[in-house]
């Protein structure tokens, strides 16, 4: 994954958060390239401009909003790629604590889901965010997980989503609260 930063356009010195620089630059440099993830390590590219990714973690923090989430923390379940990206974005907009985490193996369950449980319930997640798809065949495992009640698919979250939302009036992130927990291998170990 690559980040393009270019800037022939300052960022106003009213951006001071995540939000909003990508707000900003959704508005201002709205078809440039933001992210850029190469499927493959090399050529199978995937782009997301800053419009798309405004647009797209705008929807998801309508959706987190609307469901009470604000100040919770968020399961992130993804493999690499933009969904992932606009899921993390998605949960800064709506002052979520990300807590990103690979889908389970479904040939592993035995071994993946207790790490996933001992991750839900030191991270203390409520919500579960997920493509349709892994919510589609990992809905039973999930299901099994205390502690999660809500599961969203945010690949299918629409700009409708988002219409009433004003990132304006949206919390600012504090610099004494975490926006993200990431735990590695060693630390849940079960």
């Not at 797209?56 to 923090?61: E, L, N, V």
């Not at 968020?74 to 002052?95: E, H, K, N, R």
């Not at 790490?115 to 990992?138: F, H, K």
């Not at 975490?178 to 630390?187: C, D, R």
């Amino acid at each position: 994954m690559a980040v393009q930063a270019s800037s022939s356009t300052p960022i106003t010195s009213r951006a001071a958060t995540l939000p909003e620089v990508v707000r900003w630059r959704g508005e201002h440099q709205s078809a440039e390239t933001a992210f850029i993830f190469l499927a493959d390590g090399e050529a199978d590219e995937q782009r997301l401009t800053y419009a798309e990714l405004s647009r797209r973690a705008a929807a998801i923090a309508a959706a987190l909003i609307d469901a009470g989430a604000r100040g919770r923390r968020a399961l992130l379940v993804y493999d690499s790629g933009l969904d992932y990206i606009t899921a993390l974005y998605g949960c800064f907009y709506a002052g979520v604590v990300a807590v990103p985490v690979y889908p389970p193996d479904p040939f592993r369950v035995d071994r993946t889901l207790p790490r996933l449980q001992a991750i839900v319930n030191d991270a203390g997640a409520s919500c579960l965010l997920a493509t349709a798809e892994t919510l589609r065949w990992a809905k039973p495992l999930f299901a099994s997980l205390p502690g999660l009640a809500l599961s969203l698919a945010t690949d299918e979250l629409t700009a409708e989503t988002a219409a009433g939302l004003s990132l304006a009036g949206l919390p600012k992130p504090q610099p004494d609260q975490p926006a993200l927990l990431q735990y590695t291998s060693g630390s849940t170990g079960v």
